[in-house]
């Protein structure tokens, strides 16, 4: 029995033991520290950064079409085995968690005498971290981003950390490109050569405690290219089980997200935001009209104020779907961005019933699913599909193309105005010159200013769309450096905006000529 002295400066925490429900059957049980009971814990160190969710899928794309091998993996039970607290000035103490006060109570514990009589009196010390506390996902990551750039010692694996996300890994030369995406204990490694995968993930495993890695697709021990054909044990990435099929004699990978939807949908109706009647109820299409916002805020006694109960509601439908339209739904964004707005104390009761015409329509379209192109055609059989696969990646061309669109502000029949129009952007991305583009990024949302006419919104909407073009372009940029990268295309259907976006305007005096950076010039 170890007997430790607290001292003034060591702080003793809550903990609490989280049980959950595995697909398969199993039931995990976590131990999670209280952390919002710790004290004077600095704000900066709590924060943590993961892969934005667009980097990877960028990146998930170039390889695929690429022919390369991508795979997942996960560091089982990660803030544990983040580095030790050696440097911290104070210990950290568990108090027991209530759970295990009885029949509960894990063995190792009652080999060490701990009882029901004298529970209370012991602590668990955190020698590393844990989960729930704070600063433990910094700590995490800052580790183990130190682990991957040791490696230059062993002379292979020389990782640059990018500058455009911090969370992004990799070491490229014509023939050996090797990228790594870090969300969390979520690990993605895309890889030219099957065989530096395959060595990497062994020094991985003998430096972590980490699952069995999950193959995409290249997996060197398999015959087949494509190791994922169907969402039953398919690697996944934010709730998205990732797969090929084979569609009219293309392959196609798909971002599937039914999984997620069924144990989403379980929980609208245990919080009560839908009953499981009104939501079985099918609804096939919807009716744009209802999510007007002219119709959704009409100050008339049929549609009051919600209360903070039904608020609250409409917070978690909406975060619930966006998960979805955000990742393999885009075509859900806009009625859904409309919804959000009723998301405060002037929030109507259309809101709400909005909110649940668009459960209804998600639960009865539940199966759709997002398919990505992968360059590969006149195919029957998964398992003999293959991308050309690309040796030598010196003067690889990766092709950009988008597409945006806005509204414009309207004064409805009963008087609500609606000033600000709203937009939206795809991005698209491949290695094939003019076809088998594949979308990685789908954005909807207000216009910050009021526009006075559609040349304005159309123009607003387009420098929105040539900013994120930006961003990605310089991320790729930055890993690929020596390929080719024809000029971005964007596509509007507002010919006045495209002519001043392009500057070939006759017309001098636009206001948005005057913007400090029209992001879309830095694309031409």
């Known amino acids: 029995e170890d007997i430790i002295e607290e001292t003034p400066e060591d702080e003793v925490i809550p903990s609490i033991a989280i049980l959950a429900l595995k697909p398969d059957g199993r039931i995990k049980c976590r131990l999670v520290a209280c952390g919002n009971f710790q004290q004077d814990v600095d704000q900066e160190a709590c924060y943590s950064s993961a892969v934005d969710a667009m980097f990877w899928r960028l990146l998930l794309i170039i390889a695929i079409q690429a022919g390369w091998t991508v795979c997942g993996i996960d560091v089982s039970e990660a803030f544990t ?23 509960l109570l894990p063995p190792s514990l009652a080999q060490r005498g701990v009882t029901v009589a004298n529970f209370d009196n012991w602590l668990l010390q955190v020698i590393s971290w844990i989960y729930g506390e704070r600063g433990a996902p910094k700590a995490w990551r800052e580790s183990f981003v130190r682990w991957l750039k040791s490696l230059k010692s062993l002379g292979k694996f020389v990782f640059v950390q990018s500058m455009y996300d911090e969370n992004v890994l990799f070491v490229v030369s014509a023939t050996a490109a090797f990228i790594i995406c870090v969300y969390v204990d979520d690990v993605w490694l895309f890889v030219q050569v099957a065989a530096d995968c395959r060595e990497f993930l062994t020094l991985l495993r003998a430096g972590y405690k980490c699952t069995d890695p999950e193959y995409l697709c290249g997996d060197p021990d398999s015959s087949s290219w494509c190791n994922a054909i169907c969402p039953k044990g398919a690697p996944s990435f934010l709730a998205c089980s990732i797969y090929f099929v084979v569609r009219h004699s293309q392959l196609f990978l798909v971002l599937d997200q039914r999984e997620y939807l069924t144990h989403a949908f379980e929980e609208l109706v245990v919080k009560e935001v839908i009953s499981r009647t009104e939501l079985e109820t099918p609804l096939q299409s919807l009716d744009c009209k209802i999510f007007a916002y002219s119709f959704l805020a009409e100050e008339i006694p049929d549609n009051p104020l919600l209360t903070s109960a039904q608020v609250k509601l409409v917070r978690i439908g909406v975060n619930t779907i966006s998960y979805v339209g955000l990742k393999s739904r885009p075509e859900l964004l806009p009625a859904l961005g409309q919804i959000a707005r009723g998301q405060t104390e002037k929030g109507r009761a259309r809101f709400l019933s909005s909110l649940l015409m668009l459960l209804r329509y998600v639960f009865t379209t539940r199966n759709r699913v997002l398919h990505l192109p992968t360059g590969v055609k006149d195919v029957t059989d998964v398992s003999k599909a293959r991308p050309k696969r690309i040796t030598d990646v010196t003067g690889m061309s990766i092709f950009r193309q ?42 909807c949302g207000i216009q910050p200013v009021v526009s006075i006419s559609t040349t304005d919104s159309e123009l607003i909407s387009c420098t929105s769309c040539a900013r994120e073009q930006t ?21 509007g259907d507002n010919n006045a905006a495209n002519v001043i976006a392009a500057g070939t305007a006759a017309i001098r005096k636009v206001r948005h000529l005057a913007l400090p950076l029209l992001w879309v010039r830095g694309i031409m």
């Open 81 to 103: 085995q983040a580095d030790r607290k050696d440097n911290i000035n104070r210990r950290t103490f568990l108090k027991l968690p209530s759970q295990w006060k009885g029949v």
């Open 471 to 491: 961003g990605s372009d310089n991320f790729v940029k930055e890993i690929f450096t020596f390929r080719l990268f024809p000029p971005a295309i964007l596509y």
């Open 402 to 443: 988008a597409e945006f669109d806005a509204s414009l502000g309207s004064i409805a029949q009963n008087g609500i105005t609606d000033a600000h129009a709203r937009q939206g952007c795809h991005l698209f991305v491949s290695l094939y010159p003019d076809e088998f583009r594949a979308p990685f990024l789908s954005k």
